[in-house]
C-alpha cells in the first residue's frame, strides 16, 4: 500500500518485515549515517538489477508492519518484479533489504580486530547476572551480531533458563579445556539457539558441573589467569561478541573471567570489560566492594588494565519504598563506574524464565526487553 506524500516526489510505503531484519536495518542504517529511506531504495534498485538466480530466499516468519518513503513508482516496480521472480511482496522486500546490508557491512566489523567481550559479574548471587547475560546477547544478535554467550557458572542457570541442555559431568567441557584436559574442538559443544528473531546468530557454550571444580583444577595450571581466554581462542574469530555469565564468586575462575574481559593491546577503550549487576538494596553494595577490590588486585598484579563498562541495576520497583529508591539513588551518585541501565521487576523476565526463551522471544515489545536493547546501544 503506497500514499503519496505532499512533494509528490516520495510515497509513503506500508509493507512488512521480520523484526530481526528490521532492527538490523535500523542499526545500520544508524551506524552508516544513512536515511533508512535511502538505504530501502538502494536495497530496492540492487536487488531489481540482481540477477534472479543469486537471490537468497529470507525467513520473514512472524513479519510485521514496515513503513518508509520511497521514489513514486518504485514500490509498483518492485510488486512487478515480484511477481515475475514467483515471490511475495513480503519476500522481495527482505531479499531487498538484505542484499543492501550484505553490501554496507557494519563499520565496528573492521574496527575490531577481536571480539567485544562483556563479562557479567558479582560475588552476589540473585542479582540477575544470567537474565542480563542472555538479554544482552539476545539484543545484540537481534541487532545482526554473531554472539556467544558462555554460561561459566557450574549451576547451570543461562543454559536452563534458554532451554539448552547441560554437558553431562565427565564430558568435554569449558572446564575441561581450561584445565588443559580436553582433547577435541571446543566449538563442538557450542549451541545455536533456533529464534528467527536472531538469525541463528545467537550461541551458548552450555555449563557442566565440572566447573565446581575449576578452581581446584586451575591452581595446577600455569598462567591460570590466561586460562579462559585460550580456552576461547579458537573460536573467538567466529563472534563479535562474547558474554561471560559469571558465577557468583571471587575465585580463581573468577580472576580469569576477569583477565578475559581485560583491555588488549590496540582495543577501543570500552569496547571489552565488567558489567556488574546489582539490586537497590543493602548487601549489593557490600558484594560490589568485594568485586571492585578483586578486580584493582588483579589489575596491580597482573599490570593490565580492567574496564568498568557500568552498573546495571535490575529488578528494580519503586513501589518497595525508601530503600529500592534510596539505593539507585546511591548507585548513581558513585559517577565512576556509572549506571548505563534501570531494569524494571516485571513479569515477562520469569515468563520467559518459565518458557526457556530468550525474553526478546517471549515479549520482544515489553519493557524489559527495550531497557536491554538500549543497553546494547549504550555498550556497543
Not at 575490531?112 to 542479582?127: F, I, T, W
Not at 577501543?268 to 553494595?285: K, N, T, W
Amino acid at each position: 500500500m503506497a500514499a503519496t506524500s505532499e512533494n509528490a516526489e516520495r510515497e509513503k510505503v506500508v509493507s512488512k518485515l521480520p523484526p530481526w531484519l528490521r532492527q538490523e536495518l535500523k542499526v545500520r542504517a544508524a551506524e552508516l549515517r544513512v536515511d533508512i529511506q535511502d538505504a530501502v531504495e538502494a536495497g530496492i534498485a540492487r536487488w531489481l538489477d540482481a540477477d534472479v538466480s543469486t537471490s537468497q530466499e529470507v525467513a520473514t516468519s512472524g513479519a510485521e508492519s514496515f513503513s518508509t518513503w520511497l521514489p513514486v513508482g518504485m514500490y509498483d516496480d518492485l510488486k512487478t518484479a515480484c511477481a515475475d521472480r514467483s515471490v511475495s511482496y513480503v519476500q522481495g522486500l527482505a531479499q531487498a533489504a538484505s542484499l543492501w546490508l550484505a553490501e554496507h557491512p557494519s563499520p565496528r566489523a573492521q574496527a575490531h580486530r577481536v571480539p567485544r567481550r562483556k563479562v557479567v559479574g558479582n560475588q552476589k548471587g540473585g542479582v540477575g547476572k544470567t537474565a542480563i547475560s542472555a538479554g544482552l546477547g539476545a539484543a545484540y544478535a537481534e541487532a545482526g551480531e554473531r554472539v556467544l554467550i558462555v554460561d561459566y557458572d557450574p549451576q547451570g542457570h543461562l543454559s536452563n533458563q534458554l532451554g539448552v541442555k547441560q554437558i553431562v559431568a565427565g564430558e568435554e567441557s569449558l572446564a575441561k579445556h581450561m584445565a588443559g584436559e580436553a582433547k577435541g574442538d571446543i566449538g563442538d559443544l557450542i549451541v545455536a539457539l533456533t529464534g528467527e528473531r536472531f538469525g541463528g546468530r545467537l550461541h551458548v557454550l552450555p555449563a557442566c558441573a565440572d566447573g565446581f571444580l575449576l578452581d581446584v583444577k586451575l591452581s595446577q595450571v600455569r598462567a591460570r589467569e590466561a586460562a579462559l581466554e585460550r580456552a576461547l581462542a579458537p573460536v573467538e574469530d567466529d563472534y563479535d561478541v562474547i558474554i561471560v555469565d559469571c558465577p557468583p564468586s571471587l575465585g580463581l575462575s573468577m580472576d580469569a573471567g576477569l583477565h578475559y574481559g581485560r583491555r588488549r593491546d590496540g582495543e577501543p577503550e570500552r569496547s571489552s570489560g565488567v558489567l556488574i549487576p546489582v539490586q537497590a538494596e543493602d548487601s549489593s553494595a557490600d558484594a560490589f566492594g568485594m568485586l571492585m577490590d578483586q578486580i584493582a588486585d588483579l589489575q596491580d598484579d597482573l599490570q593490565i588494565l580492567i574496564n568498568h563498562l557500568g552498573i546495571v541495576v535490575n529488578l528494580y520497583d519503586s513501589r518497595r519504598g525508601y530503600i529500592a529508591t534510596s539505593s539507585l539513588a546511591n548507585w548513581r551518585s558513585l559517577g565512576d563506574p556509572p549506571v548505563v541501565a534501570v531494569v524494571p521487576d516485571l513479569k515477562e523476565q520469569r515468563e520467559a524464565v518459565r518458557q526457556h526463551l530468550p525474553l526478546l522471544e517471549y515479549a520482544p515489545h515489553c519493557d524489559q526487553a527495550n531497557v536491554l536493547r538500549e543497553l546494547a546501544r549504550e555498550l556497543a
